[in-house]
């Protein structure tokens, strides 16, 4: 095919690719991630970068071999990037971070492909065609998986013909599709500061997390069905090291999505409408995926009197129990977190060097009334005013819009604008510790904003 050629002395045919990348983000806690998280970020303190640069090249090699079972195919991706850091110090140090971590490489895929089967690191199977990008550059959209940097994975692949395909995978949740099981036991009065509730008590990997997939890609478009099964294994009670205290018994939890994909709109040649939704209940991963935000703690003005902020803060999680075995408060059972959430994006060609995309994402975390009791009598609950409301549920809402410029081949200038709003349900106000930055004192509970941009200049080849 088409940049493919043999390597010499073999019948094996390989494909060289890539692109360099410079991203320059604007009030965002990474490379383009929001500035919805928790730390100096959120807090919105002087220790933050304002603006974060990263140059990265990708590098491609795809290999082809006919063979009497089909084509053997091999496929790697590697990155190699260098990032500013989030921080230019950290509070109460009053030192330079210097550069420690900025240089980094990433493996993206490794995998074979023969005879049906995909052994090894890609996208996970559940992720729409667009993975978490339906019409943008933004790398945290929430509402359905994104697993954009691969996952390992054992899968199987049949075709059907007429573009109709299933796929069963097996693939290691271990590095991207666990999200925290809180132990509130351990929520303190600074726990809104790091926007959790307790300490993360995950224990090791029991089970592959099971992945089924229906898909129909043919010219009109695409659409796909994914389901995934995720086990929730914890540590132990009490300390969560300690064997005689024992622990709470696993609990499966499951995610499924539903994706669209709808080429050759009459708005021009080229546009694509994508949209897609998800549920899930123990396997939150599969809507705020790794690369979005899992922790929010967020401040901003308030009109309280003898407020000194307002703060918005909320935490994921796939679970929630009460680690303290014998106390007052007995110890609980996994209470499994049930997540929703849309997201989709339009996509315009203007003319041969003009394009854009409008996208936009919500979605909403809910727990169930065992884990609201024990997070709303926690330090938490203890810490609000009279007549406040103590709710942890929350939603995310997200809209962005992206104008690039190709005025040649391969080459790419983009803006890429995000609105984020934290509408949490807590209501009044509570009283916080002092933190490295903030004092002690009241605060407003409040929903939050942040606007981030993107500027992108991108080279393929």
């Known amino acids: 095919g088409a940049g493919f050629y043999y390597i010499p002395g073999t019948d094996t045919c390989i494909k060289l690719g890539g692109y360099l990348r410079v991203d320059v983000a604007v009030n965002a806690s990474g490379d383009y991630t929001g500035g919805t998280v928790a730390g100096n ?3 919105g303190n002087r220790f933050r970068n304002y603006a974060l640069f990263r140059s990265r090249e990708d590098l491609t090699i795809d290999t082809r071999t006919a063979t ?20 230019a110090q950290t509070a109460g140090t009053f030192g330079n971070a210097g550069i420690a971590g900025s240089d980094t490489i990433g493996v993206y895929h490794a995998f074979i492909q023969f005879a049906g089967f995909t052994l090894g690191k890609t996208i996970s ?21 994104g697993d954009v940097t691969g996952v390992n994975q054992l899968t199987y692949t049949a075709q059907f013909g007429n573009g109709v395909s299933a796929a069963i995978s097996l693939q290691d949740p271990s590095a991207y599709f666990q999200s925290n099981v809180y132990n509130t036991s351990f929520i303190t009065g600074a726990s809104p500061y790091a926007g959790s509730y307790g300490s993360s008590a995950i224990g090791g990997v029991v089970a592959p997390d099971i992945i089924g997939v229906l898909k129909v890609d043919q010219a009109w478009g695409v659409a796909q069905l994914s389901v995934a099964a995720h086990d929730n294994h914890a540590t132990y009670y009490g300390a969560q090291t300690l064997e005689l205290l024992g622990h709470p018994d696993d609990k499966w939890g499951f995610a499924i999505q539903g994706a669209l994909g709808i080429k050759n709109l009459p708005t021009g040649p080229g546009d694509t409408l994508n949209v897609q939704g998800v549920y899930t209940n123990g396997a939150t991963r599969y809507n705020f995926h790794s690369l979005a935000t899992n922790n929010y703690s967020m401040f901003g003005g308030t009109g309280l009197g003898g407020a000194y902020q307002s703060i918005g803060f909320a935490g994921t999680s796939d679970a929630v129990f009460n680690g303290l075995a014998g106390s007052a408060v007995n110890a609980t059972q996994l209470q499994l977190t049930t997540t929703y959430g849309f997201r989709g ?48 549920d929350f939603d995310i809402w997200q809209v962005g819009g992206v104008i690039r410029w190709t ?33 002690a004192g009241l ?8 606007l981030s941009a993107l500027f992108r200049a991108q080279r393929n080849f």
Do not use: M
């Open 68 to 87: 009497e079972y089909g084509v053997v195919r091999t496929f790697w991706d590697a990155t190699f990037s260098w990032t500013t850091a989030g921080n």
């Open 407 to 439: 005025p040649v081949k391969n080459l790419t200038f983009s803006v890429d604008v995000l609105y984020a709003n934290l509408d949490q349900k807590y209501s009044g106000s509570i009283v916080l510790p002092a933190s490295a930055t903030k004092p």
């Open 443 to 450: 605060y407003e509970l409040k929903d939050q904003q942040s």
């Open 345 to 392: 994006g339009f996509n315009h060609n203007f003319d041969p060097y003009w394009s854009g995309s409008l996208y936009g994402a919500w979605a909403a975390s809910r727990n169930n009334s065992t884990a609201t009791a024990l997070i709303c009598t926690s330090a938490i609950g203890l810490a609000l005013t009279l007549g406040s409301t103590c709710n942890p």
């Open 125 to 145: 199977q559940f992720d729409a065609p667009w993975s978490a990008y339906p019409g943008n550059n933004f790398d945290g959209l929430v509402g359905g998986g």
């Open 41 to 43: 970020y959120g807090q």
